[in-house]
Protein backbone atom coordinates (compact mmCIF):
# COMPACT_ATOMS: atom_id res chain seq x y z
CA UNK A 1 0.00 0.00 0.00
CA UNK A 2 1.25 3.38 -1.38
CA UNK A 3 1.46 5.26 1.72
CA UNK A 4 3.10 9.00 -0.09
CA UNK A 5 1.30 9.05 -3.41
CA UNK A 6 2.18 11.60 -6.39
CA UNK A 7 -0.57 11.28 -9.03
CA UNK A 8 0.74 13.64 -11.53
CA UNK A 9 3.65 11.29 -13.35
CA UNK A 10 4.96 14.45 -15.51
CA UNK A 11 4.34 18.59 -15.31
CA UNK A 12 5.26 20.98 -18.19
CA UNK A 13 5.88 24.25 -17.45
CA UNK A 14 7.19 27.31 -19.50
CA UNK A 15 10.44 28.98 -18.15
CA UNK A 16 9.61 31.64 -15.66
CA UNK A 17 5.91 30.26 -14.42
CA UNK A 18 5.00 28.76 -11.70
CA UNK A 19 5.80 25.08 -11.23
CA UNK A 20 3.51 23.72 -8.69
CA UNK A 21 4.11 19.65 -7.56
CA UNK A 22 2.05 17.71 -5.25
CA UNK A 23 1.75 14.88 -2.72
CA UNK A 24 -0.33 13.33 -0.56
CA UNK A 25 0.22 10.82 1.97
CA UNK A 26 -2.17 8.58 4.05
CA UNK A 27 -0.35 7.80 7.38
CA UNK A 28 -1.27 10.85 10.02
CA UNK A 29 1.60 9.50 11.89
CA UNK A 30 3.96 11.59 9.91
CA UNK A 31 5.50 14.39 10.66
CA UNK A 32 8.47 15.35 8.70
CA UNK A 33 8.29 15.60 4.94
CA UNK A 34 10.93 16.17 2.15
CA UNK A 35 11.32 16.82 -1.62
CA UNK A 36 14.34 15.32 -3.58
CA UNK A 37 15.49 16.10 -6.97
CA UNK A 38 16.79 13.41 -9.24
CA UNK A 39 18.55 14.32 -12.71
CA UNK A 40 19.29 10.98 -15.06
CA UNK A 41 21.96 8.83 -13.55
CA UNK A 42 22.37 10.55 -10.62
CA UNK A 43 21.33 9.51 -7.43
CA UNK A 44 18.15 12.05 -5.69
CA UNK A 45 19.30 15.02 -4.05
CA UNK A 46 17.89 16.61 -0.97
CA UNK A 47 15.66 20.37 -2.22
CA UNK A 48 13.86 21.12 0.97
CA UNK A 49 11.70 20.34 4.37
CA UNK A 50 8.79 20.73 6.41
CA UNK A 51 7.90 19.56 9.46
CA UNK A 52 4.47 19.12 10.92
CA UNK A 53 4.84 22.16 13.27
CA UNK A 54 4.84 23.96 10.39
CA UNK A 55 2.43 25.13 7.02
CA UNK A 56 5.08 26.54 4.70
CA UNK A 57 9.24 26.37 4.49
CA UNK A 58 10.54 28.30 1.80
CA UNK A 59 14.40 28.50 0.81
CA UNK A 60 14.67 30.68 -2.37
CA UNK A 61 12.84 29.58 -5.35
CA UNK A 62 11.51 26.93 -3.97
CA UNK A 63 8.48 26.72 -1.04
CA UNK A 64 7.07 23.75 0.36
CA UNK A 65 3.50 23.55 1.88
CA UNK A 66 2.14 21.36 4.13
CA UNK A 67 -1.68 20.57 4.78
CA UNK A 68 -2.17 18.34 7.45
CA UNK A 69 -6.01 17.94 7.48
CA UNK A 70 -5.82 17.43 3.88
CA UNK A 71 -2.49 15.11 4.53
CA UNK A 72 -1.42 17.18 1.07
CA UNK A 73 1.95 18.81 0.72
CA UNK A 74 3.13 20.75 -2.42
CA UNK A 75 6.10 22.33 -3.84
CA UNK A 76 6.26 25.35 -5.60
CA UNK A 77 9.05 26.35 -7.68
CA UNK A 78 8.54 30.51 -8.53
CA UNK A 79 10.11 31.30 -11.18
CA UNK A 80 10.79 28.01 -12.91
CA UNK A 81 14.21 27.56 -14.85
CA UNK A 82 15.10 24.65 -17.82
CA UNK A 83 17.51 23.99 -14.91
CA UNK A 84 15.16 22.31 -12.85
CA UNK A 85 13.97 19.66 -15.32
CA UNK A 86 14.10 16.76 -13.20
CA UNK A 87 12.68 14.17 -11.23
CA UNK A 88 10.85 15.09 -8.21
CA UNK A 89 9.93 12.80 -5.48
CA UNK A 90 8.46 13.98 -2.20
CA UNK A 91 8.98 11.73 1.22
CA UNK A 92 7.63 11.33 4.64
CA UNK A 93 8.86 9.77 7.55
CA UNK A 94 7.52 9.81 11.04
CA UNK A 95 6.75 7.92 14.75
CA UNK A 96 6.83 4.32 14.20
CA UNK A 97 8.70 4.49 10.85
CA UNK A 98 12.07 3.38 12.41
CA UNK A 99 13.66 6.12 10.89
CA UNK A 100 13.00 5.51 7.57
CA UNK A 101 11.34 7.66 4.87
CA UNK A 102 8.62 6.67 2.65
CA UNK A 103 8.94 7.82 -1.30
CA UNK A 104 6.30 8.79 -3.62
CA UNK A 105 6.27 7.76 -7.13
CA UNK A 106 8.16 10.78 -8.68
CA UNK A 107 6.49 13.36 -10.96
CA UNK A 108 9.03 14.81 -14.00
CA UNK A 109 8.46 18.24 -14.48
CA UNK A 110 9.94 20.02 -17.94
CA UNK A 111 10.19 23.39 -17.52
CA UNK A 112 10.50 24.78 -21.48
CA UNK A 113 12.77 27.69 -22.59
CA UNK B 1 29.02 16.77 1.09
CA UNK B 2 28.74 13.33 2.87
CA UNK B 3 31.10 11.15 1.11
CA UNK B 4 28.85 7.87 -0.33
CA UNK B 5 29.91 5.68 -2.87
CA UNK B 6 28.55 2.73 -4.91
CA UNK B 7 30.13 0.09 -6.88
CA UNK B 8 29.82 -0.89 -9.47
CA UNK B 9 28.20 1.76 -11.37
CA UNK B 10 26.91 -0.86 -14.38
CA UNK B 11 26.55 -4.46 -13.79
CA UNK B 12 25.22 -6.53 -16.19
CA UNK B 13 24.25 -10.66 -15.15
CA UNK B 14 22.65 -13.98 -15.86
CA UNK B 15 19.25 -14.87 -14.35
CA UNK B 16 20.36 -17.34 -11.74
CA UNK B 17 23.56 -15.92 -10.78
CA UNK B 18 24.53 -14.26 -7.82
CA UNK B 19 25.52 -10.52 -7.56
CA UNK B 20 26.81 -8.01 -4.62
CA UNK B 21 26.52 -4.55 -4.86
CA UNK B 22 28.58 -2.48 -2.77
CA UNK B 23 28.27 0.87 -0.59
CA UNK B 24 30.78 2.27 0.95
CA UNK B 25 30.18 5.73 3.21
CA UNK B 26 33.46 7.70 5.61
CA UNK B 27 31.13 9.47 7.46
CA UNK B 28 30.82 6.88 10.41
CA UNK B 29 26.94 7.30 9.72
CA UNK B 30 24.91 4.53 12.00
CA UNK B 31 21.95 4.04 9.70
CA UNK B 32 22.57 3.18 5.47
CA UNK B 33 19.96 1.74 2.99
CA UNK B 34 19.47 0.09 0.02
CA UNK B 35 16.58 1.18 -2.28
CA UNK B 36 15.48 0.61 -5.92
CA UNK B 37 13.98 2.87 -8.43
CA UNK B 38 11.59 1.56 -11.20
CA UNK B 39 9.36 3.64 -13.07
CA UNK B 40 6.00 3.65 -11.86
CA UNK B 41 6.69 2.68 -8.06
CA UNK B 42 9.41 5.36 -7.14
CA UNK B 43 11.88 4.19 -4.61
CA UNK B 44 11.54 0.96 -2.54
CA UNK B 45 13.34 -0.02 0.29
CA UNK B 46 14.94 -3.25 0.23
CA UNK B 47 16.82 -3.69 3.38
CA UNK B 48 18.29 -0.97 6.08
CA UNK B 49 21.05 -1.57 8.78
CA UNK B 50 21.04 0.56 12.29
CA UNK B 51 24.46 -0.98 12.75
CA UNK B 52 27.13 -3.08 12.34
CA UNK B 53 25.67 -6.43 12.19
CA UNK B 54 21.94 -4.77 12.88
CA UNK B 55 20.06 -5.02 9.74
CA UNK B 56 16.03 -4.83 9.27
CA UNK B 57 13.92 -5.62 6.01
CA UNK B 58 12.00 -3.48 4.26
CA UNK B 59 9.24 -3.63 1.98
CA UNK B 60 10.69 -5.07 -1.34
CA UNK B 61 13.17 -7.62 0.82
CA UNK B 62 12.50 -10.92 -0.56
CA UNK B 63 15.50 -12.53 -3.17
CA UNK B 64 17.68 -9.88 -1.35
CA UNK B 65 20.07 -10.32 1.83
CA UNK B 66 22.81 -7.66 3.66
CA UNK B 67 25.48 -7.58 5.25
CA UNK B 68 27.29 -5.12 6.94
CA UNK B 69 30.46 -6.08 8.98
CA UNK B 70 31.84 -3.06 9.25
CA UNK B 71 30.43 0.70 9.99
CA UNK B 72 31.22 2.52 6.60
CA UNK B 73 30.45 -1.21 4.31
CA UNK B 74 26.97 -2.20 2.96
CA UNK B 75 26.91 -4.80 0.62
CA UNK B 76 23.65 -5.70 -1.13
CA UNK B 77 23.51 -9.59 -2.28
CA UNK B 78 21.15 -11.16 -5.05
CA UNK B 79 21.26 -14.80 -4.27
CA UNK B 80 20.08 -15.79 -7.59
CA UNK B 81 19.60 -13.04 -9.86
CA UNK B 82 16.03 -12.79 -11.66
CA UNK B 83 14.84 -10.65 -14.75
CA UNK B 84 12.55 -8.70 -11.72
CA UNK B 85 15.53 -7.82 -9.88
CA UNK B 86 16.81 -5.53 -13.23
CA UNK B 87 15.97 -1.71 -11.27
CA UNK B 88 18.93 0.92 -10.39
CA UNK B 89 19.66 0.58 -6.61
CA UNK B 90 20.92 3.68 -4.77
CA UNK B 91 22.41 3.40 -1.28
CA UNK B 92 21.34 6.13 1.04
CA UNK B 93 22.78 7.57 4.55
CA UNK B 94 20.87 9.51 7.21
CA UNK B 95 21.14 12.56 7.74
CA UNK B 96 18.18 12.96 10.32
CA UNK B 97 14.70 13.81 10.11
CA UNK B 98 15.12 17.24 8.67
CA UNK B 99 17.62 16.50 6.51
CA UNK B 100 16.91 12.75 5.24
CA UNK B 101 19.08 11.15 3.50
CA UNK B 102 22.07 11.38 1.22
CA UNK B 103 22.11 9.19 -1.62
CA UNK B 104 24.52 7.25 -3.51
CA UNK B 105 25.13 7.76 -7.48
CA UNK B 106 23.18 4.54 -7.97
CA UNK B 107 24.03 0.93 -9.36
CA UNK B 108 22.44 0.31 -12.83
CA UNK B 109 21.73 -3.70 -12.36
CA UNK B 110 20.17 -5.25 -15.82
CA UNK B 111 19.42 -9.80 -15.40
CA UNK B 112 19.49 -10.89 -18.68
Known amino acids: DQQVKQNSPSLSVQEGRISILNCDYT??????FLWYKKYPAEGPTFLIS?????DKNEDGRFTVFLNKSAKHLSLHIVPSQPGDSAVYFC????????????FGTGTSLTVIP | DAGITQSPRHKVTETGTPVTLRCHQT?????MYWYRQDPGHGLRLIHY???????DKGEVSDGYSVSRSKTEDFLLTLESATSSQTSVYFC???????????FGSGTRLTVV
Open chain 2, 27 to 31: ENHRY
Open chain 1, 50 to 54: ISSIK
Open chain 1, 27 to 32: NSMFDY
Open chain 1, 91 to 102: AASGEGTGNQFY
Open chain 2, 49 to 55: SYGVKDT
Open chain 2, 92 to 102: AISQGNFYGYT
